[in-house]
């Protein structure tokens, strides 16, 4: 699927691929981390967020690789909340 099509999809697990555009790490209140990630692919920009759960399993690929597969839920606004982040590599 492509990131067009993102908003007909709310509450429905999607999987993209996507280059990474830029992250953003933050806290929270209970001092753990988490990212949102920016990403484009051949007809859009979307955004994922990975929870401290799955920023501890996946945040370090971003700095690994620009290409990803991203597998989650649809949220409110189009944005993936992402749970399980992979990466891709060429030829691959």
Not at 17 to 30: E, M, P, Q, S, Y
Not at 74 to 80: H, K, N, Y
Request: charged letters at 30%; a negative charge.
């Amino acid at each position: 699927m492509w990131s067009n099509e993102l908003a007909r999809r709310i509450g429905q697990r999607v999987e993209l691929l996507g280059w990474l555009i830029t992250f953003r790490a933050v806290g929270t209140k209970d001092y753990r981390n988490m990212m949102f990630l920016t990403l484009e692919d051949q007809r859009g920009i979307y955004e994922a967020v990975l929870f401290p759960d799955a920023y501890e399993r996946y945040g370090g690929l971003v700095f690994e690789t620009r290409t990803l597969r991203v597998s989650g839920r649809v949220e409110d606004e189009a944005q993936i909340h992402c749970e399980k982040l992979e990466p891709v590599k060429a030829g691959g």
